[in-house]
C-alpha cells in the first residue's frame, strides 16, 4: 500500500513539474477500470501457474523414484542405496525453471500496461492486483493450513469415529496435498507479485509520468 502511494505520488511530482494536472483516480475513467480489471486476473495467473509447477515438480519427482527402483538392483529389498542427488536436482532445476514466467509476468505486466496504456492504468493495475492479491493471499495461507492441520487432527485421534485410513482421512489427505501448495507456494508467491510490481511500478512512474 505504501509503494502504490509512492508511485501516484511520483506521478503526481513529474506532471506537475511539467505543468500538467495530477492523475484523479476515479472509477469512472475508463482506463483506471481497465488497469484494475487486468490487475484482478494476475494473483489468479500467478496461482495457477505455481500450483502447476508444483505439480510438475511432483510429477518429476514421482518418475525418478520409480525409475531408481526399476534400475537400482536390491533397492526394492531395501539392499542398496537409492539416488537422492537426482531428487534434489530435479527440484531445484524444476523450481527455478517454473519460476520464470511468474517472474516475467510480474515485471513485463507492469512496463507494458504503463507504456502502451499510461499510469491512469498503471495506477489501476496495482489498486486491482492489491485488492484481490492481498485477499486471496490470505485466503490460501489460511485454507492450505486449515486443509494441513484437518489430516494432523485426524491422525492424533482426536476426531471421534475417524481414524488413520478412514475415508475421511483419505479426504483429509487429499485436502492436504492442495493445501501444501497453497500455503506455501502460490500464498506467498501473490503476495511476492504485489510487491514486485509496485517496485517496478515505481521505477518506471518518471519514464510514464508524462504519457
Known sequence: LALFSAYNIEINHVRATAGLGAIELVLTDPKILIGILLGSILPFLIGSTTMLAVGKAAGAIVVE???????IPGLMELKAEPEPKKIVEIATTAAMKEMILPGVIAILGPVLVGFFMGPASLAGLLAGSLAVGATMSLFMANAGGA?????KYIEKGKLAGEKKGSDTHKAAVVGDMVGDPFKDTSGPGIAILIKVMSVVSLLIAPLIALL
Do not use: L, P, S, V
Open 65 to 71: 523414484i520409480g525409475r531408481q527402483f526399476r534400475e
Open 147 to 151: 486443509w494441513d492441520n484437518a489430516k
